[in-house]
C-alpha cells in the first residue's frame, strides 16, 4: 500500500514538473481548450526556443574564435527570439510573433551564406527554412517569400565574392546546395498543404458534428443539448422564457400517424420561429415541447410573444397530403434574472406550462 501512495505522488509530482514546462511554452492555454491559435502560439514558442539554444551558443563560440561580427550578430539573434517569448507571453499575437521568428532567420541565412558562418560551415542551416516559413506563413505566403531568398540565395552564390572559393570547396557544391534546398521546399510544401487539407477537414468535419451535436434533426432547430449551451453561454443577465407543449399530440399521431405527426412538429419549428425578435432562439426541447429564449424585451412582451404564437397556431390549417387537422399550444412563461437562476427559470415556466394545462389548455401563463 505504501508504495501504491509513494507511486501515486511521484506521478503527481512528475505531472506537475510536465505541466509546468509545458506552460512556459504552452502561452495561449484558455481554459484548457487547445485551440489553433493556442498551437500556433505554443510551437511558435518552441522555434523561438531552439533559435535561442542553438544562435547563444554558436554566438558565444564565435566572440571566443575571434569571429566579432558573426558572434554579435548571433547574440543579438537569440536576444530578439527571447524577447519574442515575452512578447508572445503578453501579447497572445501570434501572427506578428512569427515575424519575428522568420524574418530575422532570413536575415541571418544570407550572413552565414556570404560569410561562410564557423570555418565556412555557414550553408548547412538553410535547410531548416522552409519547414519554419511554410508554418509560420503557410503554403502560398511561404512560398513566394522562399522563391524570393532562392533568388537572393543564387545572387549570393553565384555573382558575389563569397567564402566559397577561399574554403576550398568543389565548384559543383554551390549547385548541389541549391537542388537540394529545391528538394527541401519541394518535400515541405507537400507536407504543409496535406496538413492543411487535413486540418480544413478536419474542422469541417468537428463543425458537421457540433452541427449534428446541436440541432434536432426533424425541425432543423436547436435541441435540448444546443439550446442550453446557447442559454449558458450567453452574456444576457436577463431573459425570457416561453415554454410550449403541444396540446392533446398524441391524439394526432393515433389518428393520423407518425409521419403526420413528425410533419406537424417540422411546421410548428418554422411557425414558432417566424415571429421571433432579433437575437431570439428557439429549440425543439423534447417531443412535442418547444422552448422560446427573448431578450431586450420586457415580461409582457414575452406574454404577448407567446400569445400571438399560440393565436397563429390555432388559426392555422395543418395540410399533409389529404389530411387536414388543426392544433392548439399550451405556454407557460417566466424570467431568468439576478435572482432566478437559469435551472429555476426552466422550472418557473414548466409549472405555468402545466398550469395552463390544468386550466383547460390552449393558453398562456405568467404567474
Not at 515541405?188 to 487535413?198: F, K, Q, T
Not at 435572482?339 to 405568467?366: C, H, M, P, V, W
Request: net charge positive; with cysteine.
Amino acid at each position: 500500500m505504501a508504495k501504491k501512495v509513494s507511486r501515486i505522488k511521484t506521478n503527481k509530482i512528475k505531472d506537475k514538473t510536465t505541466s509546468t514546462w509545458l506552460t512556459f511554452f504552452y502561452v495561449g492555454k484558455n481554459g484548457g481548450a487547445f485551440s489553433e491559435d493556442a498551437r500556433r502560439v505554443f510551437i511558435i514558442n518552441l522555434f523561438a526556443t531552439v533559435g535561442v539554444l542553438f544562435t547563444l551558443p554558436l554566438g558565444l563560440s564565435s566572440l571566443y574564435e575571434g569571429k566579432v561580427i558573426l558572434g554579435v550578430v548571433l547574440i543579438f539573434i537569440a536576444f530578439l527570439y527571447s524577447m519574442n517569448h515575452v512578447y508572445l507571453r503578453y501579447t497572445h499575437n501570434h501572427s506578428m510573433s512569427g515575424n519575428f521568428v522568420i524574418y530575422p532567420l532570413y536575415i541571418l541565412m544570407v550572413y552565414l551564406i556570404y560569410t561562410g558562418g564557423v570555418h565556412g560551415t555557414g550553408h548547412v542551416w538553410i535547410y531548416c527554412l522552409p519547414a519554419v516559413a511554410l508554418f509560420l506563413h503557410g503554403l502560398k505566403r511561404g512560398l513566394i517569400e522562399l522563391g524570393l531568398f532562392t533568388l537572393v540565395l543564387v545572387i549570393v552564390m553565384f555573382f558575389m565574392d563569397s567564402h566559397f572559393v577561399e574554403s576550398g570547396y568543389h565548384p559543383a557544391l554551390k549547385s548541389r546546395i541549391l537542388f537540394s534546398f529545391f528538394v527541401v521546399i519541394f518535400l515541405s510544401a507537400i507536407y504543409e498543404y496535406s496538413m492543411s487539407r487535413s486540418n480544413q477537414e478536419l474542422k469541417e468535419t468537428t463543425a458537421k458534428l457540433k452541427l449534428v451535436a446541436n440541432t434536432d434533426e426533424l425541425t432543423e432547430l436547436l435541441n435540448r443539448r444546443g439550446m442550453m449551451q446557447r442559454l449558458e453561454g450567453t452574456t444576457y443577465t436577463s431573459y425570457h422564457l416561453l415554454l410550449a407543449d403541444v396540446d392533446f399530440f398524441k391524439r394526432i399521431n393515433d389518428e393520423y400517424g407518425h409521419d403526420v405527426g413528425d410533419y406537424a412538429l417540422a411546421e410548428l419549428g418554422r411557425i414558432i420561429q417566424k415571429p421571433l425578435p432579433k437575437g431570439g432562439l428557439v429549440s425543439r426541447w423534447g417531443g412535442e415541447e418547444f422552448l422560446v429564449a427573448v431578450c431586450d424585451c420586457t415580461e409582457l412582451d414575452a406574454f404577448n410573444l407567446a400569445e400571438s404564437i399560440r393565436q397563429e397556431v390555432e388559426e392555422h390549417e395543418f395540410v399533409y397530403l389529404d389530411q387536414k387537422f388543426r392544433m392548439t399550444l399550451s405556454f407557460g412563461v417566466a424570467t431568468m434574472n439576478e435572482f432566478t437562476s437559469l435551472r429555476e427559470t426552466i422550472t418557473l415556466a414548466d409549472n405555468r406550462l402545466y398550469s395552463a394545462k390544468r386550466a383547460g389548455r390552449n393558453q398562456t401563463r405568467r404567474r
